[in-house]
C-alpha cells in the first residue's frame, strides 16, 4: 500500500482481555517496527522486525506481549491478560532498509479500562 | 549506548517567529540523527535526517536542522512560525552502523500563538 496501515485506529478493552493489533507496512519494506507512546512521555520502542531475521524483541515489556510477522509483510502485536497500564497509542513503523528513516502509521490507541 | 535529549517539552513562539527546538545526543558510534512531527491524532512524519552526508539539512514546510559534531547537537529550526507547525516533534538517533533501532526523544510540543 500507499502507506503503513494500523488497525483498529481504536480499540477500548477490559482489564485482563487479549487484544490484537495489526499492522500493514508499506509493501517491499524490509524493517518493521513496533513502538508504544503513553500519555506525556516519549516513544518507547518495542519490537523490530528484519526481513528473516530472528526479531529484537529487548524492548517487550513483559511477557504479555508477543508479535509476530507472516510472511515478511503484515505483522501482529498481541497483548494478553491486558493492564491499564498497557493504555497508549501503539505505532508501527516499517522501513526499506535499516537506517533508513521510518515511515509510521497513524497508530492504535489502545484504552484498558 | 545511544541516546537523545529534548530540552523543553514545551516550546511556544509567535506567529511569524524564529523556531528554535533543541536536540543533543550521545552515540558511541557515527549517528544517524532525524527529527519527526507528530500532528494531533496522527501518526509521525519524517521531517529530515543527517546521515553523514552535508551536516545542514533542509527538511520539508520550511524546517532545516545542522548537525554539530562538536557540541553533539541537531537542533531543528526555522525562520518563520506558522500556526500550521503547532505539533510534537520528536528527534530521535540511530547508530549508523546497523540502524536496528531508533532512540527517541521525550518530544517538544511546539505552540504558535497568533
Known amino acids: 500500500g500507499a502507506g503503513v496501515s494500523q488497525s483498529p485506529s481504536n480499540k477500548v478493552t477490559e482489564k485482563g482481555k487479549d487484544v490484537e493489533l495489526r499492522c500493514d507496512p508499506i509493501s517491499g519494506h524490509t524493517a518493521l517496527y513496533w513502538y508504544r507512546q503513553s500519555l506525556g512521555q516519549g516513544l518507547e520502542f518495542l519490537i523490530y522486525?528484519?526481513?528473516?531475521?530472528?526479531?529484537?524483541k529487548s524492548g517487550l515489556p513483559s511477557d504479555r506481549f508477543s508479535a509476530e510477522r507472516t510472511g515478511g509483510s503484515v505483522s501482529t502485536l498481541t497483548i494478553q491478560r491486558t493492564q491499564q497500564e498497557d493504555s497508549a497509542v501503539y505505532l508501527c513503523?516499517?522501513?526499506?532498509?535499516?537506517?533508513?528513516?521510518?515511515?509510521f502509521g497513524s497508530g492504535t490507541r489502545l484504552t484498558v479500562v | 549506548a545511544q541516546s537523545v535529549t529534548q530540552l523543553g517539552s514545551h516550546v511556544s513562539v509567535s506567529e511569524g517567529a524564529l523556531v528554535l527546538l533543541r536536540c543533543n545526543y550521545s552515540s558511541s558510534v557515527p549517528p544517524y540523527l532525524f527529527w519527526y512531527v507528530q500532528y494531533p491524532n496522527q501518526g509521525l512524519q519524517l521531517l529530515l535526517k543527517y546521515t553523514s552526508a552535508a551536516t545542514l539539512v533542509k527538511g520539508i514546510n520550511g524546517f532545516e536542522a545542522e548537525f554539530k559534531k562538536s557540541e553533539t547537537s541537531f537542533h531543528l529550526t526555522k525562520p518563520s512560525a506558522h500556526m500550521s507547525d503547532a505539533a510534537e516533534y520528536f528527534c530521535a538517533v540511530s547508530p549508523a552502523n546497523t540502524g536496528n533501532q531508533f532512540y527517541f526523544g521525550t518530544g517538544t510540543s511546539l505552540t504558535v500563538i497568533p
Open positions: 513503523a516499517s522501513s526499506l532498509v535499516p537506517g533508513a528513516g521510518y515511515t
Open positions: 522486525f528484519q526481513g528473516n531475521s530472528a526479531p529484537d
